[in-house]
């Protein structure tokens, strides 16, 4: 029987699966340290990827969305977030937000009330539920990476580094020391020793971070350990909620874009849940910006 150690080695697909992971951090540094319409632009051609994804997965369940719809207000919310590059207030994203969010809703209620034909059946509740959550999940989480790069280049790195450091804390901790399942209905291979081995790995890098970029904390390194919290536990609640759906749907992976390895949303889904948390506390607890 091969020990605990042993099973770590990388094999042939967990080496390609570095290969890709490296790849995929790569082009999220550099997007992040260009910023601007750069991580804009990224951000939308992934997201557009991630759209058709999660449509896919909804359909593979007999629910059918409104596609189209899921597009458009998704990419509105990037679009709405990318605002204050064209010189525009740094605050109107997060007003519009509501906006955009109930035009998205309303809108998804007129096109599938008036949908009905022998190409697209008439509308269920799972379809209108599945519509919101579609644009809501891919669309006005993710962008708040945009407007978490508008604070400042260190406050992003340190929320993609501090969950890219809880997936692989928490992959080789349940290989070394899992025994314990985790949510086993939702997902069998993850385990509560790889979650907890996650957790501290993302607080440790979290205050590393902080400490060497300390000054736009305000020299208070206890901001890496709410940023690790942060990190530690949404990515891993992000990562258990699209087994979920995979599980529901019948899918082992979100999709092909990213060849033997999955989807694209299979690579993501941590960080969609992580940003907007990391956003609000820069903002208004780091920054100070929070006004009643």
């Not at 899921?70 to 919310?77: A, C, D, G, Q």
């Not at 208070?220 to 919290?229: K, P």
Request: net charge positive; charged share 15%.
């Amino acid at each position: 029987m091969k020990s605990k150690i042993e099973s770590v080695i990388l094999t042939n697909e967990q080496f390609s699966r570095l290969i890709i992971g490296l790849f995929v951090f790569s082009l999220a540094f550099l997007s992040l340290y260009f910023g601007s319409w750069i991580l804009s632009a990224v951000l939308i051609f992934v997201f557009w990827q991630v759209n058709t994804e999660f449509i896919n997965i909804v359909r593979a369940k007999g629910i059918n969305p409104s596609n189209k719809w899921i597009r458009f207000v998704s990419m509105l919310f990037f679009i709405t977030a990318s605002l204050p590059i064209f010189g525009l207030p740094n605050n109107l994203p997060l007003k519009l937000f509501v906006f955009v969010f109930v035009f998205g809703v309303i809108g998804c209620f007129f096109r599938l009330i008036f949908r009905g034909s022998k190409k697209d059946p008439i509308a269920t509740i799972p379809d209108v539920g599945a519509s919101v959550l579609g644009f809501v999940y891919t669309g006005l989480l993710p962008c708040f990476l945009i407007l978490l790069r508008q604070l400042g280049f260190s406050y992003a790195l340190i929320a993609i580094v501090s969950t890219a450091f809880c997936d692989v804390g928490a992959y080789y901790g349940g290989k070394l020391f899992g025994r314990t399942a985790l949510k086993p209905e939702i997902s069998s291979r993850k385990t509560l020793e790889g979650a907890i081995s996650g957790f501290i790995s993302s607080m440790i890098i979290s205050i590393i971070l902080v400490y060497f970029a300390r000054a736009n904390f305000n020299y208070n390194i206890f901001h890496g350990v709410i940023i690790g919290l942060f990190a530690g536990i949404f990515s891993q609640f992000g990562d258990l909620f699209e087994s979920l759906l995979k599980r529901d749907a019948g899918l082992k992976d979100s999709g092909k874009a990213l060849l033997s390895h999955g989807g694209i949303l299979d690579r993501v889904d941590s960080y969609i849940f992580v940003i907007w948390a990391i956003y609000f506390y820069v903002s208004w607890i780091v920054l100070g910006q929070f006004k009643l």
